[in-house]
């Protein structure tokens, strides 16, 4: 029909308009097929139940009279009450997650593309936490706490509190402090048929050690968390999309999105792998481990950091060596995951365990992911948003060359997959393998000491060095002067 309709259009007008209806036609013929796709919510509700002012109260002592849900015990929340999911979760020790948006009546969102949106005054974001009592079977999933994070008016400031339901899932009471409890989770791989999982309940104190006011507070609610399809029940759309649609931005954001920064899923193994370990990071770690962040948190796990910016690779870690070499332990070491306190700390069940709140369960997902991601590390690597990822394969002349010690050889990769790196003397001989494995797209770099693989220097004379990659092999020529 569209295209019946132009048609006529442009027999009607005569060639004069013609160029400039095709010029047209492609961007309403697009717009028009972006807006025959349904949306994940068709309108939306005003919030008019879970309401919370900190200026004049304190949340409900019940969850049940907070008004967040309109069936307590099956937790089907109030109108108004928008749900949404996250590109990269949290690690909550195996838990399932549910999460919604209540702002106030119709109130709107300030969108930001790369920054911090801005809530209005008394938001409040929920999450919902479950765990399957039966392990593999989700029809043994019963909740076990529910969390608020609340905004203060018109302040920057945000609080949190944790509500702990009862054993049958009916209520949930206020806590004033942190608690911990055990839960029996039947497994048939465990020893005796039963897991006895220690679970924490954060205090409002605890809430502010991640929701930092250097992290924005709030963590997930942000555009490259949000960006990606999330089930709404019948239809799965943008999250995006669907929001901008039903109003709950100030400003229309349009549908696409394809500049917008988003995070890979970890759990996605189609994505590359480092992309997916940097989202694990941002995550799991970034609300410390970033400027203005803990004190000593002292690199930057932000998905945006460039990893040769990040102070981890090649760096000794400042606490925490967990090596039985520790002159040799580093934040990173790049093809040594064992010598990795990023990962050493994750599998760390002491004091020096990251995450070092609420977890006492291992991330086996995540920590394998670490592990692979380190374990292909070669050099320091760069991990590339979409829009600076290099056109074409390329290798620099190596600097300084001529060179007494040490030179660094720079390359480029347009897309991820196997590189080698190698130096030749003129007899076409291997003296050195600097690079073997799998990388990103993006700008890389590798230190050539001036020895062979056998960790003896080589003498002064021409060298070789050829860059091979999915996409061909670039040969050249360098200087050592002893």
Avoid at 216 to 234: D, F, I, K
Avoid at 272 to 279: L, Q, V
Avoid at 304 to 328: A, F, H, K, W, Y
Avoid at 332 to 348: E, F, H, V, Y
């Amino acid at each position: 029909m569209i295209h019946q309709f132009f048609l006529s259009r442009i027999l009607s007008l005569g060639y004069i308009k013609l160029a400039i209806i095709l010029s047209v036609m492609p961007v309403l013929i697009t717009k028009a097929i972006a807006q025959s796709r349904p949306y994940g919510l068709e309108a939306r509700v005003p919030n008019t139940s879970l309401l919370i002012n900190l200026a004049q109260n304190t949340p409900a002592a019940t969850i049940s009279a907070t008004g967040l849900f309109r069936d307590t015990a099956k937790q089907i929340v109030a109108p108004g009450i928008i749900p949404y999911g996250v590109n990269s979760e949290l690690w909550s020790d195996g838990t399932e997650k549910t999460r919604f948006f209540a702002l106030p009546g119709n109130a709107q969102v300030g969108f930001s593309r790369d920054g911090n949106w801005h809530f209005p005054p008394n938001s409040v974001l929920v999450k919902n936490f479950y765990f399957n009592f039966v392990k593999g079977e989700p029809a043994s999933r019963q909740i076990v706490e529910t969390r608020l994070l609340v905004k203060m008016g018109e302040t920057d400031t945000w609080k949190g509190f944790s509500y702990q339901w009862n054993d049958d899932a009916t209520d949930a009471h206020l806590l004033r402090e942190s608690d911990r409890r055990t839960f029996f989770i039947v497994d048939a791989d465990a020893p005796d048929g039963i897991v006895r999982q220690r679970y924490f309940f954060p205090g409002p104190e605890d809430c502010s050690l991640c929701h930092r006011e250097a992290s924005g507070r709030v963590l997930g609610g942000r555009t490259p968390q949000l960006n990606g399809e999330y089930n709404y029940g019948a239809i799965s759309d943008n999250q995006l999309r669907t929001l901008n649609h039903i109003g709950f931005f100030t400003a229309d954001i349009g549908e696409d999105y394809s500049q917008f920064p988003r995070w890979a899923n970890p759990r996605d193994e189609s994505a590359p792998m480092a992309n997916r370990a940097r989202a694990y990071l941002a995550a799991n770690c970034s609300h410390c481990h970033r400027p203005g962040g803990v004190e000593r948190g002292d690199f930057d796990a932000r998905y945006e950091t460039p990893l040769d910016q990040m102070r981890t690779v090649g760096i000794s870690p400042s606490l925490g060596r967990l090596d039985t070499e520790p002159e040799n332990a580093r934040i990173i070491n790049p093809g040594k995951a064992d010598q990795s306190t990023l990962l050493l700390r994750t599998l760390n069940f002491s004091s020096f365990r990251m995450p070092p709140l609420a977890s006492s369960v291992l991330d086996e997902d995540g920590t394998s992911l670490l592990r692979k991601w380190i374990d292909r590390m070669s050099t320091s690597t760069s991990i590339a948003n979409e829009s600076s990822i290099p056109e074409e394969f390329d290798l620099a002349q190596n600097y300084p060359n001529p060179f007494n010690t040490t030179t660094a050889i720079q390359y480029r990769l347009a897309e991820e997959g196997p590189v080698e790196l190698t130096i030749f003397d003129l007899l076409g001989q291997r003296v050195r393998q600097l690079i073997s494995g799998d990388h990103v797209a993006g700008s890389h770099q590798a230190i050539w000491d001036g020895r062979g693989d056998n960790g003896i220097s080589v003498a002064s004379g021409v060298y070789f060095y050829r860059l091979h990659s999915s996409d061909g092999g670039i040969t050249r020529r360098m200087l050592l002067l002893r």
